[in-house]
Nanobody, 124 residues
Framework: QVQLVESGGGLVQAGGSLRLSCAAS????????MGWFRQAPGKEREFVAT????????YYSDSVKGRFTISGDNAQNMVYLQMNSLKPEDTAVYYC?????????????????WGQGTQVTVSS
């Protein structure tokens, strides 16, 4: 099992920045990829970004590319999501997730472990 705990959410004005953190514990060696997803009220869970634990590969959704940056600290079992130039449409609960396989990184169903989520609210 892998346990994930997110932190860093909050309320910010449009154009501002937030940095989300995800602390992984347990059998972290069993996961190969970490991802961030988000879910707004009444909407489906949406892929945001992903990184392999090696740090060699990162991918972003088109909606956040150029504004968000995912990074990881393998030694500390931490994953971060730096969010800049935030927009009201970025408002959602943000989830950290871990996958045991490399396949289909944008599909939330391919991730095996999830955190409890952290709320991000961007005011206009």
């Amino acid at each position: 099992q892998v346990q994930l705990v997110e932190s860093g959410g909050g309320l910010v004005q449009a154009g501002g920045s937030l940095r989300l953190s995800c602390a992984a514990s347990g059998r972290t060696f069993s996961s190969v990829r970490m991802g961030w997803f988000r879910q707004a009220p009444g909407k489906e869970r949406e892929f945001v970004a992903t990184i392999t634990w090696s740090g060699a590969n990162t991918y972003y959704s088109d909606s956040v590319k150029g504004r968000f940056t995912i990074s990881g600290d393998n030694a500390q079992n931490m994953v971060y999501l730096q969010m800049n130039s935030l927009k009201p449409e970025d408002t959602a609960v943000y989830y950290c997730a871990a996958a045991r396989r490399y396949s289909d990184y944008a599909n939330w169903a391919k991730y095996d472990y999830w955190g409890q989520g952290t709320q991000v609210t961007v005011s206009s």
